[in-house]
């Protein structure tokens, strides 16, 4: 692994494990050895980074000098609380672990009082269930929407009827009750809302829409607009 992403790799983990964090719980996580972590922490001093902490007992990351100081007020932060919280209960593993990865990120780079104002915010999420229930591989889709790439998916409609689908993903939908994938039905010929909970299997090809994506998303948004 090259250095600086181990070090990149070593700054999140100070910034998402809980404070102080021995140097063999650093180690655990980001798979290099005790002596090498006891290195890296001193490069991170070194560069500007504040970590407080020594062998023996753990270390905390006081301030982050990799990242700008960002400039929230209380509202503000109250704000990101509340959507990254919310972020979390979709039922979205990867999305949820991204949300405490951003929380984490911006927490490192506010000054202590801000700090304690997001570790403390009034604002809280509790749902006793994930908002969207089960899923299917969300990170094939997305991955297919980003590369702008054919996916062919197991759906079954509203009546039960299985069918297999070439579909190329243009936008994923959180609405209020249902998650949908917004995409060009290669098999109608037209726009389709998948229900995300409806589909099954999911399978990448080869063949590539791009650049048509942008385009054609603007279509559908405006088809949207005006269905009755």
Do not use: N
Request: proline fraction near 5%.
């Amino acid at each position: 692994m090259p250095r600086s992403d181990r070090l990149l790799r070593l700054l999140q983990a100070l910034r998402t494990l809980p404070a102080p964090v021995t140097a063999h719980r650093l180690s655990e996580e980001t798979g290099v050895s005790v002596r090498s972590i006891y290195r890296d922490i001193e490069s991170l001093r070194a560069a500007g980074a504040e970590i407080a902490g020594e062998r023996g007992y753990g270390y905390c990351l006081v301030e982050d000098g990799t990242l700008a100081p960002q400039m929230f007020d209380r509202l503000e932060i109250e704000a990101l609380v509340l959507g990254l919280a919310e972020v979390r209960h979709l039922g979205d593993p990867a999305l949820a672990r991204a949300a405490a990865s951003v929380l984490a990120k911006v927490a490192a780079t506010l000054p202590s009082a801000r700090q304690q104002q997001l570790l403390h915010a009034v604002s809280q999420v509790h749902r006793f269930k994930d908002r969207y229930g089960a899923l299917p591989d969300m990170g094939r889709l997305r991955e297919a929407c980003w590369r702008e790439e054919a996916l062919i998916i197991e759906y079954t409609d509203q009546r039960g009827q299985a069918t297999r689908r070439t579909i190329w993903p243009l936008a994923i939908a959180y609405l209020d009750q249902v998650l949908v994938v917004l995409a060009w039905c290669c098999l109608r010929q037209d726009f389709r809302k998948f229900i995300a909970g409806r589909i099954g299997a999911v399978e990448p090809t080869a063949s590539s829409f791009r650049p048509r994506r942008a385009k054609l998303l603007r279509e559908y948004l405006e088809a949207l607009k005006t269905a009755p």
